[in-house]
């Protein structure tokens, strides 16, 4: 994979996340990031495309998510 498609990817993956948090009423990156356990700042990131996220990370915003961690993974794989 090279880095246009890496960038890609996790631009992808970021926008999937911001789907499912904004289609519940009143759910900031703040309290996602808080029942995740991992800071507000980088949750932002992540959902900008910015990180490639550890795989503890994405069951941990699953959970926030409520949600089972394979529907992070719906409508945006290649």
Request: charged share 35%.
């Amino acid at each position: 994979m090279d880095k246009a498609q890496k960038e890609q990817t996790m631009a992808r993956f970021g926008a999937r996340l911001r789907r499912l948090r904004k289609a519940i009423p009143k759910l900031s990156q703040e309290k996602v990031a808080l029942r995740a356990g991992i800071d507000r700042s980088y949750y932002g990131e992540i959902e900008r495309g910015e990180h490639n996220v550890a795989l503890i990370n994405i069951v941990r915003i699953a959970g926030a998510l409520e949600v089972e961690t394979a529907e992070l993974f719906r409508e945006w794989a290649p």
